[in-house]
């Protein structure tokens, strides 16, 4: 069974801070690793994607991702109050992409 | 000029019941999915089609059966509907569907909200 597991939090960060989400993966295998947010009531919308081991930089995102540890994490630099959601990581090895449970994130003035 | 849309977004109905939900997308991409979301937001994919051929079936109840007329639809068809059925289920497209690189980045339609009184 091919598991991508993540905290589910909440996250609580004050506003201007930095947010760390973090997922690990169980499938040695998997290749493609996404990162998507998802408001309450809305559907997942794609924020970054990685496919090499290193950091990967757009904007106020980083992803960061670590084969050998089975390891990606995103980082979000200046948090803003409207970055509150729930980020749902991606793992996708053969045909089938794995999401995690996803980590609440609450940015609070 | 929405990427990828569904209808109905929201359908009540009781058990027992046949419902279908439509999935179009206008990307030009050549893989369409169909994950379901319960109550816990726990996102799970059903089904993937690549250019109308399926290429993921997920351990899915035979109740429920995907069509895709062509590579930018993709319909889902439940029959004899259960109350653990109720769900959001989410149509998403991608470009490829392989095992990795640029082109696997999924593009999720706006949900439909599947209510099973």
């Known amino acids: 069974q091919k598991e991508v597991e993540q905290n589910s939090g909440p996250l609580s960060v004050p506003e201007g801070a930095i947010a760390s989400l973090n997922c690990t993966y169980s499938?040695?295998?998997?290749?493609?690793f996404f990162w998507y947010r998802q408001y309450s009531g809305k559907s997942p919308e794609l924020i970054m994607f990685?496919?090499?081991?290193g950091d990967k930089e757009d904007g106020r995102f980083t992803a960061q991702l670590n084969k050998a540890s089975q390891y990606v994490s995103l980082l979000i630099r200046d948090s803003q109050p409207s970055d509150s959601a729930t980020y749902l990581c991606?793992?996708?090895?053969?045909?089938?992409?794995?999401f995690g449970r996803g980590t609440s994130l609450i940015v609070h003035p | 000029d929405t990427a990828v849309s569904q209808t109905p977004k929201y359908l009540v109905t009781q058990m027992g019941n046949d419902k279908s939900i439509k999935c179009e997308q206008n990307?030009?991409?050549?893989?369409m999915y169909w994950y379901k979301q319960d109550s816990k937001k726990f996102l799970k994919i059903m089904f993937s089609?690549?250019?109308?051929?399926?290429?993921i079936n997920e351990t899915v109840p035979n109740r429920f059966s995907p069509k895709s007329p062509d590579k930018a639809h993709l319909n889902l068809h439940i029959n004899s509907l259960e109350l653990g059925d109720s769900a959001v289920y989410f149509c998403?497209?991608?470009?490829?569907?392989?095992?990795?690189?640029?082109?696997?980045?999924?593009?999720f339609g706006p949900g439909t909200r599947l209510t099973v009184l």
């Open positions: 499938d040695r295998g998997s290749q493609s």
């Open positions: 991606a793992v996708k090895g053969s045909y089938i992409p794995t």
């Open positions: 990307l030009g991409h050549d893989t």
């Open positions: 089609y690549n250019n109308k051929e399926l290429i």
């Open positions: 998403a497209s991608s470009q490829a569907s392989g095992l990795a690189g640029v082109g696997n980045e999924q593009f």
């Open positions: 990685i496919y090499s081991n």
